[in-house]
């Protein structure tokens, strides 16, 4: 990743420039994986990505953790293309839910997922999605969380990008760039994209990422899992490799 000043005239602006993504191949069952720790709140979190679909109308696991196929707790892309959240506590859904805005092609995408169910009121404030930069008021589905009920992402277990965990299969297709989760807040997408001439566009997180936060760039080759904001909470990788194709 390049920050690249440009001056416009009105102050500096910050441009900033992707080199690299993952390359992750379902074909080949590959994913990163790492060990969370203590979270600084557990129950407040948001997971930020560019992704690039190989394959559409599948459902593909990004973000996950759990114990068995009856509770676990996920980010993926579903079968009909669209972003959505699930935790799943003994066999039943406490949070589910799926922007409809539809991202059933090949083109860069970004995504963001937000999670923070200690807000009292409205309820759907408890989990936001973003596509594209825009916050979802269109839903494929969407069941809320009760108040202050936390999620299986961020508790201090085994997390998987790329497969879901732990059943096994459902693995992402495609490219991921610009991966950031920070824990202990919920941010809107802008902390991440802006619009530039009329194309969303990367932008850096300039703030804390938490205890269990990190930020993959997939730029180191020979550790593609390395995480750059500060923390070391660096991703053992199962086979993904590096591409040169990056969002705008």
Do not use: C
Not at 43 to 55: I, P, R
Not at 212 to 241: E, P, Q, R
């Amino acid at each position: 990743m390049v920050l690249r000043v440009n001056n416009l005239g009105r102050g500096a602006v910050t441009q900033k420039v992707l080199r690299t993504s993952g390359d992750f191949e379902a074909s080949s069952s590959q994913y990163i994986s790492r060990n969370f720790g203590t979270a600084t709140s557990q129950g407040k979190w948001t997971f930020a990505f560019w992704f690039k679909l190989e394959t559409t109308s599948v459902a593909q696991y990004l973000l996950n953790a759990g114990t068995d196929a009856n509770n676990h707790s996920a980010v993926i892309i579903t079968s009909t293309n669209h972003i959505a959240f699930f935790d799943y506590i003994s066999a039943a859904y406490q949070a589910r839910v799926s922007d409809n805005a539809s991202v059933n092609d090949t083109n860069w995408h970004h995504g963001v997922v937000r999670y923070d169910p200690t807000i009292a009121s409205p309820s759907s404030d408890r989990v936001r999605v973003y596509t594209d930069g825009v916050l979802a008021t269109s839903f494929e589905f969407s069941t809320y969380p009760a108040q202050d009920d936390i999620s299986l992402v961020n508790e201090a277990s085994v997390h998987i990008i790329g497969r879901d965990e732990p059943v096994g299969g459902s693995f992402f297709d495609g490219l991921l760039a610009d991966v950031y989760f920070v824990d202990g807040q919920s941010l809107p997408a802008d902390r991440f994209v802006r619009t530039q001439g009329g194309v969303l566009v990367p932008e850096h997180y300039y703030g804390s990422y938490g205890n269990n936060g990190f930020y993959l760039d997939f730029f180191d080759s020979g550790s593609l899992g390395a995480d750059k904001s500060g923390n070391s909470n660096d991703w053992t990788v199962t086979g993904i490799t590096q591409s040169s194709t990056v969002p705008p």
